[in-house]
């Protein structure tokens, strides 16, 4: 594929084109970028700091509401224990979000920032949404980018795409009204990666979307891309209903083939995007493993603590060993990376990961962290 696909020719392509075709074009392209078979994938966990939250999405399930009996905000130190536990794992990466509300700063955020910086070097903080980032700066009564710039100062490089849904005003006013402004989940990201922040992109996908909006998001990040390059991957997963308001409305179109078809039509159309990311976690183990066949060279993370998928009933676990039999089992040779998506270890020739003694956690190791803070 070496002419770029016009949001006109993507329509018809996204609508029409039987799921084998794109998958092998896409395919085609996946191996031009990256021609060995191999899949990437990151040690990580994704603890909360809070889960009050007054944005109201109608698709969350894991928001509370302050005065809620099982509502928190978690102090630094308390946040630090989900740190301190990803270090004893052997984990390299932390993706740590919240809700918002109006007891959220950029100062809490940058201590957060500070405090791990300083106390686990060894683990990267890929912290913090766009909405949270949003909320703090609006809270602390300064502009986005300051907020931003202040991250930075403290030392982090990264933040994750979560929040993005679809990046289409008609169903931002349905799904989420109160979250950020129109276009402000872009606006965060191009404003970070002027700074020299590397972000991911996301969507979510299967509710009361229809294709066109699906081309507007992916349409809108392929812009951006061309302008400033920031974006590092791009990270598609299906809505879960259990638990939400929003399942009264949700049409229920999106199948497994659906989660194939916008895997592969995204390679295709972002094409100055590096990464595809397929996901055993957000889809489930088989369909995760098949997906590496519609174009993604990326497998996410182990993701050891999770919360807003569990509030949804959606509930799936592995570890690092289980992350790379997987994707030798789709036919793949499974590499380590960091959140910069560099390669850090390859395991050719082994065929069990063995973990330090000081970094096996028992399960009832975290569940004490996380019973004595939530």
């Known amino acids: 594929?070496?002419?770029?696909?016009?949001?006109?020719?993507?329509?018809?392509?996204?609508?029409?084109?039987?799921?084998?075709?794109?998958?092998?074009?896409?395919?085609?392209?996946?191996?031009?970028?990256?021609?060995?078979?191999?899949?990437?994938?990151?040690?990580?966990?994704?603890?909360?700091?809070?889960?009050?939250?007054?944005?109201?999405?109608?698709?969350?399930?894991?928001?509370?509401?302050?005065?809620?009996?099982?509502?928190?905000?978690?102090?630094?130190?308390?946040?630090?224990?989900?740190?301190?536990?990803?270090?004893?794992a052997g984990l390299t990466t932390v993706l740590l979000q919240g809700g918002v509300h109006e007891e959220i700063t950029v100062d809490y955020l940058v201590s957060l920032v500070k405090a791990a910086k300083e106390r686990y070097p060894e683990i990267h903080p890929?912290?913090?949404?766009?909405?949270e980032i949003w909320n703090a700066a609006n809270v602390s009564k300064i502009s986005v980018k300051e907020a931003l710039e202040a991250l930075w100062n403290a030392g982090q490089r990264t933040i994750p795409g979560g929040g993005a849904e679809i990046l289409s005003e008609r169903v931002r006013l349905i799904i989420s009204p109160k979250k950020m402004t129109p276009g402000g989940w872009m606006q965060l990201h191009t404003t970070a990666h002027q700074i020299g922040f590397r972000t991911t992109a996301t969507m979510m996908y299967g509710h009361i979307e229809d294709p066109e909006d699906i081309l507007i998001h992916l349409d809108s990040l392929r812009k951006a891309q061309d302008q400033f390059g920031g974006f590092s991957s791009f990270i598609p997963w299906s809505y879960k209903r259990d638990n939400t308001a929003l399942r009264r409305k949700v049409r229920g179109w999106a199948g497994t083939d659906s989660y194939f078809r916008i895997l592969a039509f995204s390679r295709l159309y972002l094409d100055n995007f590096d990464h595809v990311a397929a996901s055993w976690f957000s889809e489930g183990k088989e369909t995760g493993m098949k997906a590496l066949n519609y174009g993604a060279d990326d497998f996410g993370g182990i993701i050891l603590e999770e919360n807003v998928h569990r509030a949804t009933n959606f509930i799936n676990k592995t570890d690092h060993n289980g992350v790379v039999q997987m994707i030798r089992q789709a036919g793949f040779e499974p590499l380590q990376r960091n959140s910069f998506y560099q390669v850090i270890r390859s395991y050719e020739g082994v065929d069990t990961v063995e973990v330090p003694v000081e970094g096996r956690v028992q399960e009832q190791d975290q569940v004490a962290i996380l019973s004595s803070h939530e």
């Open 1 to 88: 594929m070496t002419k770029r696909i016009s949001y006109e020719e993507g329509l018809r392509l996204f609508r029409f084109a039987p799921l084998d075709e794109l998958q092998d074009l896409a395919q085609a392209v996946r191996f031009e970028k990256h021609p060995k078979r191999a899949v990437t994938f990151v040690l990580d966990s994704n603890p909360n700091y809070t889960n009050i939250c007054d944005a109201d999405c109608t698709f969350c399930g894991f928001f509370r509401k302050k005065g809620a009996k099982d509502s928190y905000f978690k102090s630094v130190d308390e946040v630090m224990h989900h740190l301190d536990f990803a270090k004893r």
């Open 126 to 131: 890929h912290f913090f949404s766009a909405i």
